[in-house]
């Protein structure tokens, strides 16, 4: 299936998400794949990550980038360069450009959707599910106080964005040790409004966070950014 939907975030950040109704072997004869990422994609177990997996790819190839642009770092963070604007600016006569332009990316996929988020200024996404369990295991990760005088499904919703919030700021830190429900801190918000703000406590040092939400189907989509 071609691009789902498109989120423009802010003037910087945009979010793209691919529904995926391809089989397995219909997305991967439709990509191309370092040896890197087809050695990941063997050792998948799971035919849904695989699909998740190859659906990031077919949003890159759609956008004008292939797997060989998108490359990680030794502690498993995505980046992207972007050969499409290293290209315009050589044609442009810009005696400055950088011999690459790496753009901030995050990805996130989650059943029948998959998601990247693509920035010039650092930020982290995650892709959630709308579904009972989130609610059953909130007290794990949050503070349920946030879900008083909420009905239910309101609770679920809730408790997947704060979910996300959480998984949102993991992505950009991306450090060991850090805990959902002891080092990052959800201040109270809105489900109507969309945003909200949080903090993360870790290493004697507090860092806040901007953080915007979307209903996207079945899922919520969230995007937080550190706050300067």
């Known amino acids: 299936m071609p691009l789902h939907k498109i989120i423009h975030i802010n003037e910087n950040t945009t979010a793209y998400f691919w529904h995926i109704t391809e089989d397995v072997t219909s997305l991967f004869r439709a990509v191309s794949l370092r040896d890197t990422s087809l050695f990941r994609l063997e050792g998948m177990k799971s035919e849904e990550h695989q699909k998740g997996f190859l659906a990031v790819r077919m949003l890159l190839q759609h956008l004008g ?14 980046h992207l360069e972007d050969k499409r604007q290293k290209a315009k600016d050589k044609s442009e006569h810009n005696i400055h450009h950088p011999s690459s332009i790496t753009k901030h990316i995050s990805i996130s996929h ?3 959707f998959s998601c990247i988020c693509i920035s010039n200024k650092l930020m982290g996404i995650d892709l959630e599910k709308l ?16 879900l008083e005088n909420l009905s239910t499904s309101e609770q679920i919703e809730k408790a997947t964005v704060i979910w996300g919030v959480k998984e949102s700021i993991f992505k ?32 004697n040092q507090i860092e806040n966070f901007q953080i915007q939400f979307y209903n996207v189907e079945a899922y919520i989509f969230v995007c937080a950014f550190p706050k300067k």
């Not at 980038?65 to 995505?78: F, I, N, R, S």
């Open 65 to 78: 980038y292939t797997d060989y642009d998108l490359t990680y770092d030794e502690a498993g963070k995505p």
């Open 131 to 146: 579904k009972e369990k989130t609610l059953k295991i909130a007290p794990r990760f949050m503070e349920v106080k946030h």
């Open 172 to 203: 950009i830190k991306n450090e060991k040790g850090i805990s959902f429900p002891e080092h990052i801190f959800e201040a109270e918000f809105d489900l109507k409004e969309g945003k909200c703000e949080a903090e993360l406590h870790f290493n």
């Open 110 to 112: 989650s059943h029948e």
